[in-house]
């Protein structure tokens, strides 16, 4: 399966500018690909303002993932502020090319950024296929929680195969963004995709993008440079996946759980 990850910077809550810019970048992708990944809010940055920016859920953003993604024949995934039902969402879209689509709603608001105060938080996680794999997208923040992020061993089955997370993570705490990257692929038995954003934003944090895709067992398979707009395709392998996995049947050992809200 072949994933394109997207950092760039991002126009702070201006949608039609984003999503031009994005246009162009996908419009560049000259390979075939299976899976598009863009940032955490991509349309607006990590605007804490929904009240003004947040869109409907058939809104133009929608509309235009759903464009894109038959355009190149591809999943497109990201997130956008959203409302629905008098409440905000920090949503992610999983549109496929055929035009249906799935989301998650980020379950994990941060709170450092009032954005708890602002959003309601999700409560179901989406695990979606592609192909013959499993994925899992999560958001940002999503990030420090291994409980919501763990994946099930039961039945002699994995719940997914790639944990994907897009983000708005800043500078300041780029190291534990990408220690806790590796740390999820390690515990998950998984491939790891963490897609961040370049630039400052509306708020004047910096944000060093410092993408990046880990294998099963930890090892950065890819890293797209700080701060370094680029389009980059990346190819992963089941086969090696399912073979660690065989070799070392941690998931065996796992402990069962229930979350509960």
Known sequence: ?????????????????????????????????????????????????????????????????????TKKNAVICGSVSVEENKKFYNRLYWVEPQGSYKTYDKRHLFRMA?????????????????????????????????VW?????????????????????????????????????????CYVIGLNRIGEDGNGYDHSGDSLVIGPKGDVLSAIPPSQENVFTISLDKTSLEEFRTKFPAGLDADDFEIKF
């Open 1 to 69: 399966m072949k994933i394109t990850l997207i950092q760039t910077r991002l126009a702070w809550e201006q949608p039609e500018k984003n999503r031009a810019n994005f246009g162009q970048l996908i419009n560049s992708i000259s390979e075939n690909t299976d899976l598009i990944i863009l940032p955490e809010m991509f349309t607006t940055g990590f605007t804490m303002a929904p009240e003004i920016n947040a869109e409907p859920v058939q809104g133009a953003t929608l509309a235009w993932m759903r464009e894109m993604a």
């Open 114 to 146: 009032d954005e708890d105060q602002h959003y309601t938080a999700g409560n179901k996680k989406l695990i979606t296929e592609l192909k013959d794999w499993k994925l899992c997208p999560l958001v940002c923040y999503d990030l420090r929680f291994p």
């Open 149 to 189: 992020s763990r994946n099930r061993f039961k039945n002699g089955s994995w719940d997914y195969d790639v944990l994907i997370y897009v983000a708005n993570w800043p500078t300041v705490r780029a190291y534990p963004w990408k220690q806790l990257l590796i740390a999820r692929a390690i515990e998950n038995q």
